[in-house]
């Protein structure tokens, strides 16, 4: 609504990205959103009341504070190895390429640089299902205290997107304080706050024209020019459009049949062995609006919705629909769970939708098969070998 009132100023009205306002767009847009809505709430309902979800008594697991510190060495030896590496992310603008390949980058930051986080979840484990005298309970906090800060050292904006800290930091704020974020009223009133509010708010102070002293004796001049709608234009909120800029970009090339999606399914499969891998749908999106439209930035977002009735029609809405509300469902069954690691990885899913749905999809299912990787499938591993080597019965939780 923000967008569309800046048209009344416009001969011809056009987006942030040049892509021209129609009111056929407009509308088409709003049906597939509808019937994407429909469809999942359906299917949503339905799954969920068939799935049984078995509440177990917790079983108390015998974690030692051992198996914790190796967490600690295993990610101290990560920071060593990636030592280079983590300079160069530390250094490096957001905006200028990153000399490592992508499949560096995504087993380094969304998995090795996750061990620190999972040693944390570990310890919080500890202290829930462990009775722990006075000084295991010392010991055990200065060990949550520098996976922490490692945590923090690895996940920070100098080193890592706000779409990846966003989720990671939500997680922390649910493991150490859950009745902040224990319904689904407290989590999507946070999240409207930030997304709706929080970020253009955020562009009021970051793209003010007046000096400190001047909003000092005049603040009404941080709302000059309607700079909190104006916060809308960007970049950062044009995924509803984009689904109109995919409809357009079908009505040119057709349909892709799934072979987009191969992209996203085989994202592991590097480009050097696979020459003809399909681009990003972001990417093509970018692309449409440079060649018609003369625009100059090409990695743009690209709904789930739109990347549905990229590869397959209105058909492709309804997949991608059911997909998504199995998978909710699914993750619903880990979030009741007595395993923190599986907890932990559900609540993470659900805050990575918010980067997941806006797209493109090839990122947000690579990014969450790496954090799932590095929060649950490989510290599962580490225990199992702990137990195996080390300590017997350590891990005794059906996983």
Same mark, same amino acid.
């Given at each position: 609504?923000?967008?569309?009132?800046? #048209?009344?100023?416009?001969?011809?009205?056009?987006?942030?990205?040049?892509?021209?306002?129609?009111?056929?767009?407009?509308?088409?847009?709003?049906?597939?959103?509808?019937?994407?809505?429909?469809?999942?709430?359906?299917?949503?309902?339905? *799954?969920?009341?068939?799935?049984?979800?078995?509440?177990?008594?917790?079983?108390?697991?015998?974690?030692?504070?051992?198996?914790? #510190?190796?967490?600690?060495?295993?990610?101290?030896?990560?920071?060593?190895?990636?030592?280079?590496?983590?300079?160069?992310?530390?250094?490096?603008?957001?905006?200028?390429?990153?000399?490592?390949?992508?499949?560096?980058?995504?087993?380094?930051?969304?998995?090795?640089?996750?061990?620190?986080?999972?040693?944390?979840?570990? *310890?919080?484990?500890?202290?829930?299902?462990?009775?722990?005298?006075?000084?295991?309970?010392?010991?055990?906090?200065?060990?949550?205290?520098?996976?922490?800060?490692?945590?923090?050292?690895?996940?920070?904006?100098?080193?890592?997107?706000?779409?990846?800290?966003?989720?990671?930091?939500?997680?922390?704020?649910?493991?150490?304080?859950?009745?902040?974020?224990?319904?689904?009223?407290?989590?999507?009133?946070?999240?409207?706050?930030?997304?709706?509010?929080?970020?253009?708010?955020?562009? =009021?102070?970051?793209?003010?024209?007046?000096?400190?002293?001047?909003?000092?004796?005049?603040?009404?001049?941080?709302?000059?020019?309607?700079?909190?709608?104006?916060?809308?234009?960007?970049?950062?909120?044009?995924?509803?459009?984009?689904?109109?800029? =995919?409809?357009?970009? =079908?009505?040119?090339?057709?349909?892709?049949?799934?072979?987009?999606?191969?992209?996203?399914?085989?994202?592991?499969?590097?480009?050097?062995?696979?020459?003809?891998?399909?681009?990003?749908?972001?990417?093509? =999106?970018?692309?449409?609006?440079?060649?018609?439209?003369?625009?100059?930035?090409?990695?743009?977002?690209?709904?789930?919705?739109?990347?549905?009735?990229?590869?397959?029609?209105?058909?492709?809405?309804?997949?991608?629909?059911?997909?998504?509300?199995?998978?909710?469902?699914?993750?619903?069954?880990?979030?009741?769970?007595?395993?923190?690691?599986?907890?932990?990885?559900? #609540?993470?899913?659900?805050?990575?939708?918010?980067?997941?749905?806006?797209?493109?999809?090839?990122?947000?299912?690579?990014?969450?098969?790496?954090?799932?990787?590095?929060?649950?499938?490989?510290?599962?591993?580490?225990?199992?070998?702990?137990?195996?080597? #080390?300590?017997?019965?350590?891990?005794?939780?059906?996983?």
């Amino acid at each position: 609504m923000a967008q569309i009132s800046e #048209f009344n100023m416009m001969e011809t009205p056009a987006f942030t990205h040049h892509f021209p306002f129609t009111e056929i767009t407009f509308i088409k847009t709003n049906g597939l959103i509808a019937t994407f809505n429909i469809v999942f709430f359906l299917f949503y309902v339905a *799954c969920k009341d068939y799935i049984k979800i078995k509440r177990k008594k917790p079983v108390k697991k015998a974690y030692s504070l051992s198996s914790i #510190f190796i967490f600690i060495i295993l990610s101290v030896l990560v920071l060593i190895i990636n030592y280079d590496f983590f300079l160069d992310e530390l250094s490096r603008p957001s905006w200028l390429t990153s000399t490592y390949t992508v499949s560096h980058l995504l087993i380094v930051k969304k998995v090795l640089f996750l061990m620190p986080l999972a040693g944390a979840i570990l *310890c919080i484990d500890y202290y829930r299902n462990s009775k722990i005298d006075t000084q295991k309970w010392i010991l055990a906090t200065v060990m949550l205290f520098f996976l922490i800060a490692l945590v923090l050292l690895f996940k920070n904006p100098l080193t890592e997107k706000r779409n990846a800290l966003g989720p990671i930091y939500l997680l922390l704020i649910f493991l150490f304080f859950p009745k902040l974020l224990n319904s689904n009223v407290k989590s999507t009133l946070l999240l409207f706050v930030v997304m709706i509010i929080g970020f253009p708010l955020s562009q =009021v102070l970051t793209h003010i024209d007046y000096g400190f002293d001047e909003i000092l004796s005049n603040p009404s001049l941080l709302f000059a020019k309607n700079q909190l709608s104006e916060g809308y234009m960007s970049l950062n909120y044009d995924a509803f459009i984009n689904i109109g800029v =995919v409809m357009e970009h =079908v009505e040119f090339d057709g349909f892709s049949y799934g072979y987009q999606l191969l992209s996203a399914l085989l994202f592991f499969v590097p480009r050097s062995l696979w020459v003809a891998k399909p681009d990003s749908s972001g990417l093509i =999106v970018g692309n449409h609006v440079i060649d018609h439209y003369d625009f100059h930035f090409a990695n743009l977002s690209n709904p789930y919705i739109a990347e549905g009735y990229m590869n397959f029609g209105i058909i492709g809405v309804i997949l991608m629909a059911i997909v998504l509300a199995l998978s909710i469902v699914y993750f619903l069954t880990w979030l009741n769970s007595s395993n923190l690691f599986k907890k932990s990885i559900a #609540f993470y899913f659900a805050m990575h939708l918010l980067f997941l749905l806006r797209g493109d999809f090839t990122n947000g299912f690579a990014y969450f098969i790496g954090t799932f990787i590095g929060l649950y499938l490989l510290p599962k591993v580490i225990l199992a070998f702990i137990n195996l080597f #080390f300590y017997k019965k350590i891990w005794v939780q059906k996983s």
